[in-house]
């Protein structure tokens, strides 16, 4: 699969501050914007997925989630599990106030 096909989409995600795609063989596949060439974090959140992944509903063959959300003061990372790889991307957190009722 070509780069330009694991990344299709991912540009065009509204307020991303960068993208990981990563594979659990092969490393990160892509990257761009403040997560280009960044190791370090595609290691965390390949941790985060795989720690994830041990909480199975019994008997389920399925990956017990599709999506996790991290979310820190000022960005958010949405990291997407599809098929053998992970799509991580940056946002801007736009931080809303609480409504009460």
């Known amino acids: ?13 509204p307020d991303q501050l960068g993208y990981l795609v990563i594979s659990s063989e092969d490393g990160v596949l892509a990257s761009a914007g403040e997560l280009e060439n960044d ?20 008997g389920s063959p399925d990956v017990p989630f ?7 003061d000022d960005f958010v990372y949405t990291v997407t599990v599809s098929g053998h790889k992970v799509f991580v991307v940056k946002r801007q957190h736009n931080q809303q106030e609480p409504v009460n009722v």
């Open 1 to 13: 699969m070509t780069t330009a096909a694991l990344t299709a989409g991912l540009e065009r995600i």
């Open 39 to 58: 190791e370090h974090t595609a290691g965390v959140m390949m941790q985060m997925v795989r720690t994830a992944s041990r909480f199975r509903l019994s």
């Open 66 to 72: 599709k999506r996790l959300s991290v979310i820190l």
